[in-house]
């Protein structure tokens, strides 16, 4: 599965954004889909995922009550909210999908990631 992923920018804190991460070639039916994130000189880092068939999702302890990970089983697609933005959430956001996941948290399950989008909120 190809995954295209959209929808960074500038924001301030306290601010929102929305990622999108759209697959093509096939669809996420039997997928987990993550996010991840990656600061200047850091490991990239487990943000949020969910599984596609039953819409259980997980987060870091980091965002917790503040993104929110989403599916459209239409369009194919899985969206990050981002709410309350701090500018410690600065990075480029990666989504990912996998199908024998067996932590989350660990990006080596996922096999299929995308481009990369910057996020950077300001002070």
């Known amino acids: 599965v190809q995954l295209q992923a959209s929808g960074g920018g500038l924001a301030q804190a306290g601010g929102c954004l929305r990622l999108s991460c759209a697959a093509s070639g096939r669809t996420f039916s039997n997928h987990i889909v993550g996010w991840f994130r990656q600061a200047p000189g850091k490991e990239r880092d487990f943000v949020a995922a969910i599984i596609w068939s039953d819409g259980r999702t997980n987060y870091a302890d980091s965002v917790k009550g503040r993104f929110t990970i989403s599916r459209d089983n239409a369009e194919n697609t899985v969206y990050l909210q981002m709410n309350s933005l701090k500018p410690e959430d600065t990075a480029v956001y990666y989504c990912?999908?996998?199908?024998?996941?067996?932590?989350?948290?660990?990006?080596?399950?996922?096999?299929?990631w995308g481009q990369g989008t910057l996020v950077t909120v300001s002070s």
């Open positions: 990912a999908a996998g199908i024998t996941v067996i932590t989350v948290q660990n990006p080596k399950y996922f096999h299929s």
